[in-house]
């Protein structure tokens, strides 16, 4: 069983950057897909990124794509998700999730692939 924890929101200018970090707890989060998905009021939950176990598959969803970067640190049971050039559109709370797959693939943008959810940070972009 593996509990995650998510940090790094707070309110960023249009234009700027922020980085996340999923925490989690357990010997084995090696072993663990982790996805990033948002939900903004009033809209459904969208699947942001995806990193496999190793970190050697990374995943990105359409609505962020060149502007994020995904990857973990097996040694410091984190993952991160680097934003830039934020636009009040990415306004949203952010949650990671982790699912007990080393790779999911192509499942890993379903939100049924995952077993444990995070709390969630908010992000707010100004404009």
């Known amino acids: 069983q593996v509990q995650v924890v998510e940090s790094g929101g707070g309110l960023v200018q249009a234009g700027g950057s922020v980085r996340l970090s999923c925490v989690g707890a357990?010997?084995?989060?090696?072993?663990?897909?982790v996805g990033w998905f948002r939900q903004a009021p009033g809209k459904e939950r969208e699947f942001v990124a995806g990193?496999?176990?190793?970190?050697?598959?990374?995943y990105y969803g359409d609505s962020m794509k060149g502007r994020i970067t995904i990857s973990r640190d097996n040694a410091k049971n984190t993952v991160y998700l680097q934003m830039n050039n934020l636009e009040p559109d990415d306004t949203a709370t952010y949650s990671c999730?982790?699912?007990?797959?080393?790779?999911?693939?192509?499942?890993?943008?379903?939100?049924?692939?995952?077993?444990?959810w995070g709390q969630g940070t908010q992000v707010t972009v100004s404009s």
């Open positions: 357990g010997r084995t989060f090696r072993a663990y897909s």
């Open positions: 999730a982790a699912a007990k797959y080393v790779n999911l693939g192509t499942a890993v943008s379903s939100t049924r692939m995952y077993d444990y």
């Open positions: 990193i496999s176990g190793t970190g050697g598959s990374t």
